[in-house]
């Protein structure tokens, strides 16, 4: 079914909610979440632990499924998808930056981004990936053979090959010290100023939200207030 949106909206969430049964017990991980992500923008989604901004992150990325509302993409609610048309969604829609890069050991940095490369629609190429994140020098060498910075780069080059429009971001940082924090940071705030991409990223670090265009604060699985950052900052400003 299709539904009307803004036409500067890529995706309208509305009254999302969530809830995971454990044993003879309800779990509202989101309850009633509504924000619509807006066509090229910084989005933060801040919250501490188990607040359902994860919840949140899985069900836009399509990676889980609500249990009540709804989110429009492209004029059709993921709600109703088939499984199969999830897994296109994924693919084609969504790039994927996790904390920890997921990255297959066997396998060289620029064979990671191939990885991606070979499955989606409209890819970019590999080596240009790479070039994005600064890693070309680095190729050819496996994960072992970088640094922490340097694994998340390949993740994010990965993420960026499949020339998807929305890029997911969960706790990029958390597992890198505070300088390559940053630079992750910067990177991300390159890609989506000079490469077009929104991005959508989650955090429990009241800092890194300084960063965002707009700020969603999530608290016990429910969005409470979405703040326009007048002030947004550099990332190599951020202190924390």
Partial sequence: MQIETGSDVLISVRNAGRIYRMGEVDVHALRNASIDIIKGEFLIINGPSGSGKSTLLNLIGGM?????????????????????????????????????????????????????TEIASDPIDPCEALKHVGLTDRADHFSSQLSGGEQQRVAIARALSCNSPLLLCDEPTGALD???????????????????????????????????????????????????????????????
Avoid at 84 to 113: M, S
Avoid at 205 to 230: E, F, K
Wanted: hydrophobic share 35%; with cysteine.
């Fill in 64 to 116: 889980d499924r609500p249990t009540s509302g709804s989110l429009v993409f492209g004029g059709e609610d993921l709600a109703t998808f088939t499984d199969r048309q999830l897994t296109h969604y994924r693919l084609q829609e969504i790039g994927f930056v996790f904390q920890f890069y997921n990255l297959i050991p066997t396998l060289t940095a620029i064979e990671n981004v191939q990885v991606t």
């Fill in 178 to 240: 505070l300088n390559t924090s940053r630079q992750i940071l910067t990177l991300l705030q390159q890609v989506n100023r000079d490469l077009g991409k929104t991005v959508l990223l989650i955090t429990h670090n009241n800092a890194i939200s300084r960063l965002g265009d707009r700020v969603a604060y999530i608290r016990d699985g429910t969005i409470q207030s979405v703040d326009v950052d007048h002030t947004r900052c550099e990332a190599e400003s951020i202190s924390w």
